[in-house]
């Protein structure tokens, strides 16, 4: 049944869901030869990944280019060649790249991934007139130098790399008219998503010259039908020193942050994606902007540009970079071993480790289960049994309770006055009758950190993004909207999702199987409708467990057969006393 306490429970657990979104905003507010090519792959290398495979001989292969020109030149003097954006094809198991005649990537595709329309995601939209590329990198070498590589054009040593196994790397090279040189190799692993980034410039140091920039431009492009939800896990990330710092766009259009201080990585993300910058050794601090594109430009409305500050010393620089551009994969963000994985939202830290314990055996299940909907199910059916003894209690609990009400209500008739009084009677036939009103809230209060755990792994880990179960239940993270309404309605939106109200339904058939007090009536039927409120634009996963859980605990209620006298006030009676013989 549901006492006071229950209800306060539920009623606290859709405060939390709904405004965690709020409080986490609140929170955190706003190498030139063959032979150097073989060496920068082998110290490039990430230090869980293997270090082998060399390099194929390096030859010229000119490709075709398209009618399309640079309006920004670096250097005047130089001559000004075409631009292409297809200059050189990448391809690996994971991902299809192509590199620019500027060296930097101009598409970059997943294989693994698709578009809810059907096309593979894409995670690098084309700059236009009004705003720089969405998902490249750029390099700025300090003043009275190189300040972007947009206009430079680079010589490849070949046209196209295919790294179907092992590692293997690509060199781009440009030449200024005053001789001074600039090399950026490519070093591709086909079992990783991104690749490692050496640069080396020759020439270029001045003498006021103390640092350089390595920037990731843009963030990560709208991959969503619904770009609000990408744009509510979007965000710029550094970690300088032990702390994670954030800018998230709110209802600002444009936030900075920057500091100084050891940085192990910048990062930039959507709600499931992410682009990151992993130096070789850490650098002297971090620059976070983000920024609202001009209105009514629609696709990327949020853009984000992160920011590594590196410290040059000598004549000649050497940068070794990995960069990880792909999906928010716990696994894959540990690799690199910096705490990239903590830019993960897992809720509060009393919440964390259920988030982390409910991702795991729902992973571990999927590995036997291709369907995530009969996992969510087998699931509700284990977490039910392990609630099994505390649930037994807690009807145990309210059948005395149940028992023990013409009694409790005696006792606040009879101490109608002094209400002091009626809590301290009330409390001792509790003692003595061997009862807790506390108890018959018990298994909901455990509940409480698994909804909430649920609530964020079904909403926002790549591994249950566009997850089907059957039907109309074609998306596990989103809601199961049937139609939608021609008008909105508060709290509950426009969409009709047919699981909400199904759990609505068996909401209301469980409270009704236990309803013991009669001036709870009304909550009989407030509490479902709520809940169908409160669900209808969670993801239906979660309104999945939840209707699941509800129905087992029907089945609990009306087929196990319960001991006699279960539940039943236990009567002490005085026992006479004895004479004593004088």
């Given at each position: 049944?549901?006492d006071?306490?229950?209800?306060?429970?539920l009623?606290?657990?859709?405060?939390?869901?709904?405004?965690?979104?709020?409080?986490?905003?609140?929170?955190?507010?706003?190498?030139?030869?063959?032979?150097?090519?073989?060496?920068?792959?082998?110290?490039?290398?990430?230090?869980?990944?293997?270090?082998?495979s060399?390099?194929?001989?390096?030859?010229?292969?000119?490709?075709?280019?398209?009618?399309?020109?640079?309006?920004?030149?670096v250097?005047?003097?130089?001559?000004?060649?075409p631009?292409?954006?297809?200059?050189?094809?990448?391809?690996?198991?994971?991902?299809?790249?192509?590199?620019?005649?500027?060296?930097?990537?101009?598409s970059?595709?997943?294989?693994?991934?698709?578009l809810?329309?059907?096309?593979?995601?894409?995670?690098?939209?084309?700059?236009?007139?009004?705003?720089?590329?969405?998902?490249?990198?750029?390099?700025?070498?300090?003043?009275?130098?190189?300040?972007?590589?947009?206009?430079?054009?680079?010589?490849?040593?070949?046209?196209r790399?295919?790294?179907?196994?092992?590692?293997?790397?690509?060199?781009?090279?440009?030449?200024?008219p005053?001789?001074?040189?600039?090399?950026?190799?490519?070093?591709?692993?086909?079992?990783?998503?991104?690749?490692?980034?050496?640069?080396?410039?020759?020439?270029?140091?001045?003498?006021?010259?103390?640092?350089?920039?390595?920037t990731?431009?843009g963030?990560?492009?709208?991959?969503?039908?619904?770009?609000?939800?990408?744009?509510?896990?979007?965000?710029?990330?550094?970690?300088v020193?032990?702390?994670?710092?954030?800018?998230?766009?709110g209802?600002?259009?444009?936030?900075?942050?920057?500091?100084?201080?050891?940085?192990?990585f910048?990062?930039?993300?959507?709600?499931?994606?992410?682009?990151?910058?992993?130096?070789?050794?850490?650098?002297?601090?971090?620059d976070?902007?983000?920024?609202?594109?001009?209105?009514?430009?629609?696709?990327?409305?949020?853009?984000?540009?992160?920011s590594?500050?590196?410290?040059?010393?000598?004549?000649t620089?050497?940068?070794?970079?990995?960069?990880?551009?792909?999906?928010i994969d716990?696994?894959?963000?540990?690799?690199?071993?910096?705490?990239?994985?903590n830019?993960?939202n897992?809720?509060?830290?009393?919440?964390?480790?259920?988030?982390l314990?409910?991702?795991?055996?729902?992973?571990?299940?999927?590995?036997?289960i291709?369907?995530?909907?009969?996992?969510?199910?087998?699931?509700?059916?284990?977490?039910?049994?392990?609630?099994?003894?505390?649930?037994?209690?807690?009807?145990?609990?309210?059948?005395?309770?149940?028992?023990?009400?013409?009694e409790?209500?005696?006792?606040?008739?009879?101490?109608?006055?002094?209400?002091?009084a009626?809590?301290?009677?009330m409390?001792a036939?509790?003692?003595?009758?061997?009862?807790?009103?506390?108890?018959?809230c018990?298994?909901?209060?455990?509940?409480?950190?698994i909804?909430?755990?649920?609530?964020?792994?079904?909403r926002?880990?790549?591994?249950?993004?566009?997850?089907?179960?059957?039907?109309?239940?074609s998306?596990?993270?989103?809601?199961?909207?049937?139609?939608?309404?021609?008008?909105?309605?508060?709290?509950?939106?426009?969409?009709?999702?047919?699981l909400?109200?199904?759990m609505?339904v068996?909401?209301?058939?469980?409270?009704?199987?236990?309803l013991?007090?009669?001036?709870?009536?009304?909550?009989?039927?407030?509490?479902?409708?709520?809940?169908v409120?409160?669900?209808?634009?969670?993801?239906?996963?979660?309104?999945?467990y939840?209707?699941?859980?509800?129905?087992?605990?029907?089945?609990?209620q009306?087929?196990?057969?319960?001991?006699?006298?279960?539940?039943?006030?236990v009567?002490?009676?005085?026992?006479p006393?004895?004479?004593?013989?004088?």
């Open positions: 049944m549901f006071r306490n229950t209800i306060i429970a009623i606290i657990v859709g405060i939390i869901i709904i405004l965690m979104p709020v409080y986490n905003k609140w929170l955190m507010p706003p190498p030139p030869a063959n032979q150097q090519a073989e060496t920068v792959i082998e110290q490039s290398s990430p230090e869980k990944t293997d270090k082998s060399g390099t194929e001989a390096i030859t010229s292969a000119p490709a075709d280019t398209i009618n399309a020109t640079v309006a920004a030149v250097d005047s003097a130089a001559p000004v060649k631009y292409t954006s297809e200059l050189v094809e990448i391809e690996t198991p994971k991902y299809k790249l192509w590199i620019g005649s500027d060296g930097r990537p101009t970059y595709i997943l294989n693994d991934y698709k809810k329309a059907g096309p593979s995601v894409n995670l690098h939209a084309m700059a236009t007139a009004k705003d720089s590329a969405i998902g490249t990198w750029d390099i700025d070498l300090g003043p009275r130098n190189i300040s972007t590589l947009r206009g430079l054009y680079f010589e490849p040593s070949r046209s790399l295919a790294v179907l196994g092992g590692r293997d790397s690509l060199e781009l090279n440009y030449t200024s005053a001789g001074q040189k600039l090399t950026v190799y490519y070093i591709v692993d086909s079992e990783r998503y991104g690749f490692d980034l050496v640069i080396r410039a020759n020439g270029y140091s001045t003498p006021d010259t103390r640092e350089y920039k390595l990731w431009q963030g990560v492009p709208t991959t969503e039908p619904d770009p609000a939800s990408d744009h509510e896990f979007g965000g710029a990330y550094a970690m020193g032990e702390e994670l710092e954030n800018s998230q766009l209802s600002d259009p444009k936030v900075e942050f920057s500091a100084t201080g050891r940085t192990p910048v990062a930039a993300r959507s709600k499931y994606f992410i682009a990151a910058m992993i130096p070789s050794s850490p650098a002297a601090g971090a976070l902007l983000g920024r609202t594109r001009v209105a009514g430009e629609k696709t990327v409305p949020h853009i984000y540009d992160a590594l500050r590196m410290p040059w010393e000598g004549a620089l050497e940068s070794r970079v990995q960069v990880y551009w792909g999906p716990k696994e894959n963000l540990e690799v690199y071993g910096v705490g990239l994985e830019t993960m897992w809720g509060w830290s009393i919440v964390k480790p259920f988030s314990a409910t991702l795991w055996l729902l992973k571990f299940l999927g590995k036997f291709s369907n995530y909907g009969i996992v969510i199910i087998i699931f509700s059916i284990l977490v039910k049994v392990l609630l099994w003894p505390l649930t037994r209690k807690s009807q145990i609990a309210m059948k005395k309770l149940a028992a023990l009400r013409p409790i209500e005696a006792l606040k008739e009879k101490h109608a006055k002094n209400p002091q009626m809590n301290a009677a409390m036939l509790y003692k003595e009758r061997g009862a807790n009103p506390a108890a018959g018990i298994p909901m209060l455990l509940q409480m950190p909804l909430y755990a649920l609530f964020i792994v079904f926002s880990t790549i591994e249950f993004r566009q997850a089907p179960f059957f039907g109309w239940i998306d596990l993270s989103q809601p199961d909207f049937m139609f939608h309404l021609p008008f909105s309605i508060p709290l509950y939106g426009s969409g009709v999702g047919l909400p109200i199904v609505g068996s909401q209301f058939f469980m409270s009704k199987a236990t013991t007090d009669p001036n709870q009536k009304a909550m009989l039927y407030i509490m479902p409708v709520m809940m409120l409160l669900f209808n634009n969670f993801p239906s996963g979660l309104s999945l939840y209707t699941l859980f509800n129905v087992l605990a029907i089945v609990e009306r087929f196990i057969k319960l001991p006699e006298n279960f539940g039943s006030a009567v002490v009676e005085d026992k006393k004895k004479k004593i013989k004088k």
